[in-house]
């Protein structure tokens, strides 16, 4: 070995032509890279940096040194190999300018516009699919990762006394019971709601969650409460809450397609971000469940328009104006405040709704 002759990483070399695999070294000197197998022995790969194949870095990938006769050497060592280059002067804003190619615009152009047409496309389609072909029990795995991941990252357990749990019940099996799930479909759960404060929200398997901020903010009118439930009935028995958590799995898999390895942190923030995302709905999807919250209170004898009372009650007590939206899960516009008084008055006008 030359005295200046310097070991830059191990890892394995690849002979010309051949897919075998032998625990190797390599080594710099001045700009000249060589191989050197770790049994000994002579180079078995030399080559000049200019002429010499370097693959980019990306994540963990192993980087892959190409010799100019058709050898390979192979290394997990990113950190050394990147030092070796910037000492050598093949690294920073000139060697990239270097590397740059004007057709990399067109490619980074193409692959958002490949992902906005998925996002825009494919992926509510594959959500219908998905809806279509999932079974009860998968709903229920579903939802009970979804729970648990809110139960450790936003909840807290209610401190409401269980007399008030056991009314509130009471009042909701009266209503759930008119659906076309029935009581049996429902599991109605209290929780104190932290950051997301008052609000209630339904999983795709029949799991409701109302939080005693919610309930306080109610100030003791049941109606307003069973109506609220009765919304969330209606996201269930559309299955709103199944295709949201379709859309953030499909959302979140399309960012880890485009960004490769995100890490376990990213994982986390987007399996955490994934349940989060359950809680909101689209304009339509709450009109529908708006509908539905309207239709079976007038057939359980209570007041149809209390869910519109309620988002006017939210507006009132936390300075809400009309275009604001409650925390994005449940808009309460005006506009659909006056949608609910004019369906309840079809729904009373209309004998044996």
Avoid: C
């Avoid at 990113?78 to 067109?106: C, M, Q, T, Y």
């Avoid at 450790?152 to 409401?160: H, I, K």
């Amino acid at each position: 070995m030359a005295s200046d002759e310097k070991p830059i990483a191990s890892g394995h070399w690849h002979p010309p032509g051949s897919s075998r695999a032998e625990p190797a070294v390599l080594l710099g000197e001045s700009k000249t890279l060589y191989v050197r197998l770790a049994a000994g022995g002579d180079s078995v790969s030399i080559g000049d940096l200019a002429r010499t194949e370097i693959s980019a870095r990306v994540g963990r990938i192993p980087r892959r040194i190409s010799f100019v006769d058709g050898s390979l050497f192979e290394t997990e060592d990113n950190d050394a190999v990147d030092l070796w280059l910037k000492r050598h002067g093949k690294s920073g804003f000139v060697h990239e300018l270097e590397r740059f190619h004007p057709r990399l615009i067109a490619f980074v152009l193409a692959v958002f516009l490949f992902a906005g047409l998925i996002y825009r496309y494919a992926v509510p389609a594959l959500v219908e699919v998905a809806v279509l072909v999932t079974p009860p029990a998968v709903t229920q795995w579903m939802a009970s990762g979804t729970l648990l991941s809110l139960d450790q990252v936003v909840f807290n357990e209610s401190r409401l006394p269980e007399s008030r749990h056991k009314e509130i019940r009471e009042a909701f099996d009266q209503v759930a019971a008119l659906s076309s799930r029935g009581v049996a479909g429902y599991n109605l759960n209290f929780r104190q709601g932290g950051p997301i404060g008052p609000n209630a929200f339904a999983l795709p398997d029949g799991t409701l969650v109302i939080t005693d901020e919610l309930i306080e903010l109610a100030e003791g009118d049941m109606d307003m409460i069973v109506g609220v439930l009765a919304h969330e009935i209606g996201h269930v028995e559309r299955e709103h809450s199944l295709r949201q958590l379709y859309r953030a799995a499909g959302v979140a898999g399309l960012i880890m397609l485009i960004a490769g390895d995100v890490g376990a942190a990213g994982e986390d923030i987007l399996t955490n971000g994934a349940a989060l995302m359950t809680l909101s709905h689209s304009r339509d999807a709450e009109n529908e469940a708006d509908r539905i919250s309207v239709e079976l209170m007038a057939r359980a004898g209570r007041d149809p328009r209390a869910i519109g009372r309620f988002f006017a009650r939210l507006e009132e007590k936390l300075g809400l104006d009309g275009e604001s939206s409650f925390l994005s899960t449940h808009p309460g516009t005006a506009e659909r405040r006056q949608a609910i008084d004019d369906h309840a008055k079809s729904v009373t006008a209309t004998p044996g709704t």
